[in-house]
């Protein structure tokens, strides 16, 4: 149905009473219109404007739908103008409860700081009155002094007549601040109770020390190694100390020695020495010798020690020391070995001292008679650990000789040190072949090593060893002569006794004046000695000269081998021409030829240097030689003299072949730093296959320095059989 139209003026009644905007007023005027409309429309029948008027009474009072709809439309805003009122009412009440309290809070802190500053007034007034009537002179501070006790046990005894020195390590002031260039040093004796007063000390701190007392039928006074620091912090302080400064306690000492350690307690001597934690270090033996040092210890028994504290007490042990003349020297000069903690008792029992683990890289061995089957019991044998000098070259003159200890063997032959062995030699008293005594020197091991000795006695020889007399060089105008060295280096030892050892290590013999004869007890090989002194004219001119000699000990014992060295060989006449040397002799390149055309041209055997066995061979040896010694010429050449020698050694060290030659190079232009030396090698025909050892020696006769190298091992291979097998013929296709 079409909506019909009417003339009606309600919509704008209402809409105009209703206060708001234009738009708003509008919008509700379009609304009441369409309701109107809307109502029109369901009204039956066909009269308008009865069904106008009807439409208009149905709607209602115009004002009072007005407000409806004005309380409609703007309901959202009356209601947040009413919430935003509320929370401005709680705002200003909030801001005012804390401003009471903000002020509350200020007048209570003001309440405050009025009483603390009434009470400050008051104590500041009190202290004005104090300070005013301090009106007289401040007393002087009464200085600190020092009282001590000493006194001697057992039993417990006033120490008379013991004198102790007082002396300032610092020194203070009396505000407390250090006092530049003061020093304080005092004796005082002790009166016949044992007291001591100092009298006024400045504060500081102070180091005492003293003489200790010895009790008995004759008291002594000695020198102590004991101190105290004690320190004077306040002045008026009289500080009170008691001394411990002597001991009449005695014990038996005994040492417990592993059995491992094979010490002889004929020729070796220890000291002991303990440290207590309070109280002197001074000792008496049955030697009736007070002293502080390490005192000796028999290995053979007890000890009695007088002036041991008891409790605990640490106990150190002292090898002697070589090439020192008193045993004082000998035992406070070594390097102190720490024993384990003892308990000094107070019955009688004896004092058992034990030693620690012992260490790692001891020195051990075994003396034998040619099989490990016949031990040689009761041999004495010296170990001695070597130090270094000032110049840190070792050496074996007395100042280098370090601890030393005296060994003899078990009835197995075994014997041990105590010590590690690095930087020790060993000397074994044996004999000659001819029953006098002799040494056996043997080198130190490597360092950081075990060092184990098999010393076989039946391989033992003799070098004996004899010098030129004093006489003998003041005949050839000498007014003094000094021994630098004298000494053996192994060359090519046969046999080695030792395992882990250094090679070519110099050993010396002894110091001058030289006796005539020296016996030297050596194992199989080939060995060096050298013999160099300093001479000096009457004219106060000096000289310096060496020489030395190489020889030889065969693979069987008992041998006496003489060795000189002559006036001559010592005191040569000077040369009339110079003879120039670089270097020392040195074989640079041996080698086994088949062919040699010159220096650096040649045509090398086998390289498995293999000749066949049962017939005559010939080979040449190839030798460079430098560092030789060569004399000019007339002809402004020079002339190097040598002697050559090859052998061929077996497997038991034995000489089976040998061929000496002695010629003299010349060089036809300028100076050489190389020679060439070829040998003719012609091992006999009826040498057995087998493996030997080729070495060749080189003499440089004009100074007589020698050098000696190992060439190879030969091989002479066995003959092949003279039938043969057949050879099988190809097979034809």
Known sequence: MTRMSYDNTLPTQISSAVRG???????????????????????????????????VRAFGDPTEIARELRTVHQGDLIMFQRLMVAALVVIVIGMALSTYFSWSATRAMSTQMVEVTRETNRQFGELTKQLASLTGPRPAAQPARLRIHCYTTPPETPAADFQVLVESLNL????????RGGSFSSSYRTDSSGWIDTG????????????????????????????????????????????????????EIRLAVPPEVTWDPKAMTVGISFQHRSGPRIYKTSSETWSTGPHPISLAGPTKLTGLLLGRASALLRLPKAGQDSDEARLSSSYPITLQEVQIPEDNEPIVLRFRELGEYRLTGIVYDGSKDRPVADVRIDVVRES????????????AEGPRESLRTDAGGRFGTLQYAQGAYVELHWKTADGKPAILSIPAPATGSRAHYDIDVSKLSTVRLTLPTGEEFRDRGFHAVHLQKTWWEAILPLFPVLSNCRPRDALPLLDWPARRGIDVLMFPGLYKFEVGFTGTYANNRSTTARDEKHIELGPKGGQIAELPFTISDLVRRPARKPIRRSRPLKITRAKLCSEVAGLGRYKELDPLMQLPAGKR???????EVSGFAAAPTKDKQYRAQFHQKIELLDSKARTVYENQDERIEQSRGPWQQELLLVQALEPPADLPPGEYTLRVTV?????????????????????RSATAPASQSAPTR
């Open 21 to 55: 905007p234009d738009a708003l007023r509008q919008d509700i005027a379009d609304e009441i219109a369409d309701h109107l409309a809307c109502r029109v429309e369901t009204e039956p029948g066909d009269d308008a404007t009865a069904a106008q008027t009807e439409a």
């Open 172 to 179: 203070s002031s009396a505000k407390g601040g250090p006092v």
């Open 200 to 251: 006024p000390l400045p504060m500081g701190v102070y180091h005492l020390s003293g003489t200790a007392v010895t009790t008995g039928p004759s008291p002594q006074a000695i020198s102590t190694d004991w101190t105290r620091v004690v320190r004077l912090e306040q002045n008026g302080l009289t500080k009170e100390m008691r001394l411990l400064v002597g001991s009449t306690l005695e014990r």
């Open 388 to 399: 270094k000098t000032r110049s840190g070259i070792r050496g074996r003159g007395r100042n």
């Open 617 to 623: 061979n010939h080979a040449l040896l190839y030798c």
């Open 699 to 719: 003499v440089d006769k004009l100074v007589g320095a020698t050098c000696v190298q190992v060439v190879g091992t030969l091989r002479l291979t066995p003959p």
